[in-house]
């Protein structure tokens, strides 16, 4: 007993270090992003910083939804690559590299100009890299420890943010010089340690059921591209006020990051997936009215500025989640998913860009202001009415296969195949029970004591079985399955076997 304990004790010791690292390495990640892409810190040396920034992201979210498409559409033929010791290092040094060249380009000689090209392609290519990285290592974790996680690293990297706000330049721009190196290290730690068998065992061709799996809908594709179509163009029209009322880097957006980020831990802290939908709509609710501040006020868009920013960093984190979510829930490829997600996103990000300098530079009216603050909010309702609903994103969680097994039948099933017979042998590849409790402990983050409580409940033991054979008592044997009801989201034994006949015997 002793000796289990112990055992016990080292699995859990190293189970939080290593989400400890996984944190950690993700916040760093996050924080290199809002430095590089929110600040006019490592753009101070130019004559015009703030059109050198927006040069910058233009060719860096170029160059990352372009690699991130790439990789979405070729896995099949450049996964090996993503299990290569050498891919993660060559995205860590690109970030590091092209980090470096942005203290030594502009906008006003040839060779500065070349530099800038330069800095955003390898920033831009090196974070679609990392960035594909820790959505192998977070799809390869139980996926209710995994939404904590990301939203947590959410939550440090704001919070760093905030911690060194008032410090000086030259401290800002060496963590923007360190932040992706030891993110890129500590992503090393993680992707390596050793391969899991769906990496390794080969994918099957021409499968109908795993290509549908794989398959995000192009409507909401093109819903995913009118949330980054707003931001994008919210962004050129609030910066301007922004930095000319604040320091060089807007310490606002981080705190108004930080907030949107306690919301998602709130949301997401008991494991429950389908918290994405609640986190969409206030997503939606906080660029609505950053578009209505914008028709509203001219004067002054600071506030505008982090209602949207709130909400695009919130709607980043849940197309990640969800994406996490579809690869667990529907044996999918989450970094395909992942891709198509982000590129979309990154495209209308890019678009949103290009049309708020057009319409900057066409010296608009406060009228028009009014109207293109009206349409930005328009795009947004039409987007979540029609594009991409709440509707959608249960389906996307929650697909059904078109036959699926009872629990009697997968019983059967089981005794058929321990007996060595042809038509147990034929149903093996089909998902036991017992795995099935498993994954649904691993999704909804079933404590110890509720995963041996379930299988007995779902075989319709009693309250008094349960208690002799666990040896506790009653009234713990009740709280334990109020536990297990409540984190799975049902509220009785019938639309428990519902849950796992319809989404964990397929």
Known sequence: MEEQRNAIARWAATSCKQSGVRIAGYALNRLWVHILFFSAIPFTQSSNPLLSLFSNMFISLL???????????????????????????????????????????????????TLAVASGLMTGVGSAMLYVGWVRVFGREPL?????????????????????????????????????????????????????????????????????????????????????????????????????????????????????????????????????????????????????????????????????YAGFSCFGAILLVTALTIGKLDAANPVHIACICASALYFGEIAGLAFGHIVEFSWISDMSMNRIGLLLTAILIISYLFLLTETDFSLLTH???EQTPSLEAETGTTAQVDAGSEKGSTHANQPTIESAYERIADDFGLSPREREILPLLVRGRTIARIQEELFISASTVNTHIRHIYTKCKVDSKQSLLDLIEEHYLQ
């Open 63 to 113: 160059c990352l939804a372009c690699c991130l498409i790439f990789i979405g559409s070729a896995l099949a033929r450049v996964e090996h690559l993503l299990l290569s010791r050498y891919f993660v290092g060559f995205g860590t040094c690109a970030c590091v590299i092209g980090t470096a060249l942005v203290r030594v380009a502009g906008l006003g000689t040839a060779a500065e100009t």
């Open 144 to 308: 209710a420890k995994t939404l904590k996680e990301i939203c947590l690293a959410q939550c440090l990297s704001f919070a760093i943010g905030i911690g060194l706000a008032f410090a000086p330049s030259p401290l800002w721009l060496s963590v923007l010089l360190a932040s992706p190196a030891l993110s890129g290290l500590f992503l090393r730690a993680c992707s390596f340690v050793r391969p899991t068998n769906d990496e390794l065992a080969p994918k099957a061709e021409n499968s109908e059921q795993n290509e549908r799996s794989r398959t995000l809908p192009m409507r909401n594709r093109f819903g995913i591209f009118a949330f980054g179509l707003v931001a994008g163009f919210a962004n050129v029209l609030c910066s301007h006020a922004m930095y000319a009322h604040d320091n060089p880097f807007a310490g606002w957006l981080l705190i108004a990051g930080l907030a949107m980020s306690i919301v998602l831990v709130a949301l997401f802290w008991n494991g429950d997936h389908r918290g994405a939908k609640q986190g969409h709509r206030f997503a939606l609710l906080l660029m609505a009215l950053g578009c209505m501040v914008v028709a509203l006020s001219q004067s002054d868009t600071r506030l505008a500025n982090m209602l949207v």
């Open 399 to 401: 697909r059904e296969a």
